[in-house]
């Protein structure tokens, strides 16, 4: 089996041992591109964020990243998602869905590889 190495996320390849530099993601993208690919999932009403990012919102912007938490432990990345599930869906087959979606996400669009996708679902909303 090969061995596998560091992913890059630099498009270019360095000529003769040139570095070309590091490329550090904020923490902020990375919850911004994990509360997009939740909400994409069928079946989740809202991610549930912190008292700051409800006032935010109320003044009409929209926090992507809320009801995320990213931990480095150990160079891997561990995510918390906190969200809230419509009425009606199957929780079990939701959470794994966005365990799914989030862990493909991060990997296309980062090239990181993910220790584990905790989901939080903290209440289910109904029809209005």
């Known amino acids: 089996m090969a061995e596998k190495t560091n992913p890059s996320f630099v498009g270019k390849s ?6 070309l530099g590091r490329i550090h993601l904020a923490p902020e993208v990375l919850e911004v591109i994990i509360g997009i690919a939740t909400n ?3 079946g989740v009403a809202m991610t549930k964020g912190n008292f700051a990012d409800d006032v935010v919102e109320k003044f009409g912007k929209t926090v992507h990243g809320k009801g995320v938490k990213t931990v480095w432990q150990d160079d891997e990345l561990a995510i918390d998602i906190y969200c809230v599930i419509e009425y009606g869906y199957v929780v079990p087959k939701v959470a794994q869905e966005i365990q799914e979606q989030v862990r493909q996400t991060i990997y296309h669009m980062t090239s990181l590889e993910t220790k584990e996708v905790n989901v939080h679902i903290i209440g289910i909303q109904f029809a209005q």
């Open 14 to 19: 360095p000529a003769q041992g040139e570095e």
């Open 40 to 42: 994409e999932v069928e």
